[in-house]
Each structure stands twice: as C-alpha cells, then as structure tokens.
C-alpha cells in the first residue's frame, strides 16, 4: 500500500510560480493505493468511491481524457520520460483529501501514482526530482500550469514541520510547528468555478510586471528579483491592476521568511499580523480571495486562542488555515458550524489536521 499526502501551505500564495517562498506542510488527509504488480503492461486502477475502473496501456499512452486518470497517465509519461522504470498493476484507491479545495488532491494522485508505478522498490529518484516529473505530468499532461509547491509539499512531507521551499533554488528546510498549536483546516463548501482561467490571468499579469519591471531592471527576471524599494520606483510604468499584483508577490515573499522566524520563536502576536496580512493583500491586492473565505477568516480571528487565520491555496473557494491553541478547537468548530451557514449559505467543513511524512509505502 502507498499513500500520499495533500497539503495545506500556511504562508506564501502565489509566490512558488514566482520563483519565490513558500510554507506548506504535508497532512494527514491522504490517497492511498492498495496494488499488486502485475507482469502486465497496463494499469487497471478502481476508485473505492465510486467503483469506477480505468485501465491505462503503459506502451502506449492516450492522449489525455479530462478526466482523473490524465494524473495517472501523464506521471507514467514523465517517469518515462526521465528514465524511471514503471511497472503495471492492479489496485484500489481510496482518499480523504477533498477534491478541489486547494488541499492539492491533485499532487496527492500524482505522487501516488508515482510510488505505485515505480513498484516495490520504490522511486529511483530523490523526493526533488519526483516532486519535479509530477509537476511536469500536470503541466505538461494534464495541462495545468501550476507551480512546484504542491507536489514538493506531498513528496517532502516532514512529520510535525511544514517546510519552507525556496522555489528557485529548490533549497528547503523544516520548520517545526509549536507543539502547543493545532493546525485547523475549514472548508468553505464553494467549488473553484473560476479557479483556473483567474488562475492563469494572475500568472499573466505577474509575468507582465516583470516585462514592464526588467525594462528599467535589467537583471530583474522574476517577481522574486523585485524589492519593495524597486517596485516603487516603477510605479508609474505598471498598469494598477498589474502593480497591485506584484506588490502582493513581493510582500507575501518577506512575509513567508518572517513567519518561518516567528514560528521559531514562537511570536505568536506576529505570526498572526503575517496571516491576517496576507489575507488582506490575497484579498484586496491579488482578488482571488471569496466572500465565503472573509466570512470564516473573520469568525477566526474573532475567536479566543486562534492564533492566526488566512486563505490558502489559489483562492476562488476552497479553504482556510488557522494556527489554534488546542482548547480552541472545539470552540472554533462550534463557532463556524453555528454562524458560517447563517452568513454565506453553505454548508462549511473543519478538519484538525498533522503534518505528516511525504509519500511513500504505508509501514505494515
Ligand atoms: P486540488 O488539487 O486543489 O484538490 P485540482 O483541481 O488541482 O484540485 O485537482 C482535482 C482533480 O484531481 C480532480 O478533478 C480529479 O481529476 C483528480 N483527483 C484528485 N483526487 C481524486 C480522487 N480521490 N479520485 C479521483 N480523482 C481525483
Ligand atoms: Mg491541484
């Protein structure tokens, strides 16, 4: 059996495709794959959910369907592609990470496929390398054009840590969480209908602060090369909406470095101005945060012993994370199951989740 984690990222939005910071940890919601290799060529995988089998022909792999097995072929293809060997087999796949709401079922079904297909012996790679062909298979296969964060987060999981990824250097290092915070995941209850057009428009918009930036800034090649001494100085030459973006990336990046510091130091005052920040730039600067991810932002904050609250993930829906003092968890539940459903009208789930190991074999 293997299983890979989702991931929840505390600090850091839209930076990881910006070359720069983010903060996520691995969780406790998971995929699982029960398989046996088979001498075959071809993969023939069941959804325990719905019963639903698909068979994937590992010689000669279709082009892609729009559909749930694009993440098994298109990591097949890239393992491939990179000289991995892959193997067929047989299997079931059960999960617990919510399907788009930005837990990043997404990477959890690559990152399972790719322990599955590499067989018993497991990937011959490092978790770097794995986290890179399975953002090549959703790129490349499937189509998306996300960054590295997500399949890094599944495949580099450390128990009790979330990790802080330096995007363009891949350079990481954990950074434990405080024993005395729990981790509290809520889930608006919206589908991230525009999620991925606005998703691609933020991308282009970043990419046009760079071209107008480097005019002036000649070494400048990504958001992650801008200081805010920069980013004024070019004020005048970016289009409003196009600043105000790049104002949010630059921001959000020295805001990722500050939290890793106030974690360590257990500045919990400060690391709940850097949540309640980034909310308000994702909010007002960015515009990919939701009316329903305000209202759970706010019944947060405005509860005793939560720590620090904020959107995660692209936005449009999808969830909140919150840093909680333990006898506030079920208060903080309480709280959102009583008042969210009377100001949005949706009906909002909560996890308390762990940040666990990256994906690998389940010890028996
Ligand atoms: P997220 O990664 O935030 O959950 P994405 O839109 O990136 O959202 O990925 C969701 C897609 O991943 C689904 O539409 C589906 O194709 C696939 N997927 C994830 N988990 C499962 C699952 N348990 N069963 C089938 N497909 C899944
Ligand atoms: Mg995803």
Redesign the pocket.
């Known amino acids: 059996v293997v299983r890979a984690p989702?991931r929840v990222n505390l600090i850091g939005e839209h930076t990881d495709y910006n070359d720069g910071f983010v903060l996520p940890a691995a969780i406790d919601l998971e995929?699982r794959i029960a398989y046996r290799p088979t001498e075959e060529r071809r993969v023939v995988l069941t959804?325990v959910?719905s019963a639903e089998t698909a068979t994937i022909d590992l010689d000669e792999i279709a082009p892609r369907r729009g559909?749930?097995t694009?993440?098994v072929a298109g990591t097949a293809r890239a393992m491939a592609d990179a000289g991995l060997p892959v193997r067929g087999f047989r299997g079931v796949?059960?999960?617990t990470?919510?399907?788009?709401?930005?837990?990043?079922?997404?990477?959890?079904?690559e990152l399972a496929a790719v322990w599955a297909l590499a067989g018993p012996s497991g990937p011959a790679a490092d978790p770097v390398t794995v986290a890179r062909l399975a953002q090549r298979a959703?790129n490349e296969y499937v189509g998306?054009q996300?960054g590295l964060m997500?399949q890094f987060a599944s495949a580099n999981g450390v128990r009790g840590a979330a990790i802080l990824l330096d995007c363009r250097s891949l350079d990481h290092r954990p950074v434990p969480l405080p024993a005395d915070l729990a981790l509290v995941v809520a889930h608006t209850g919206t589908p991230?209908t525009l999620?991925?057009s606005e998703y691609n428009a933020r991308r282009a918009d970043c990419d046009r602060a760079v071209a107008a930036i480097s005019v002036h800034e000649p070494t400048v090649r990504s958001l992650r090369d801008v200081d805010r001494a920069m980013l004024a100085r070019c004020r005048a030459s970016l289009e409003p909406v196009v600043f105000r973006r790049a104002e949010h990336v630059v921001n959000e990046n020295a805001r990722v470095l500050e939290t890793e510091s106030a974690l360590l130091a257990g500045d919990y005052k400060a690391i709940g101005r850097l949540f309640a920040a980034s909310h308000a730039s994702l909010r007002d600067l960015f515009e990919v945060s939701s009316p329903e991810l305000d209202a759970l932002v706010d019944i947060a904050v405005k509860t005793t012993g939560v720590v620090a609250s904020r959107m995660t993930?692209?936005g449009f829906g999808?969830c909140t994370v919150s840093l909680v003092r333990p006898d506030a968890v079920e208060p903080l539940r309480a709280r959102i199951e009583r008042d969210y459903p009377v100001r949005t009208g949706r009906a909002p789930r909560v996890w308390v989740v762990r940040p666990v190991e990256g994906a690998g074999f389940v010890s028996s």
């Open positions: 989702g995929i959804l959910g559909a749930w694009d993440y796949l059960a999960s990470v919510p399907v788009g709401s930005g837990l990043s079922s997404s990477a959890a079904l959703e998306v996300c997500d991230r999620g991925s993930g692209a999808g």
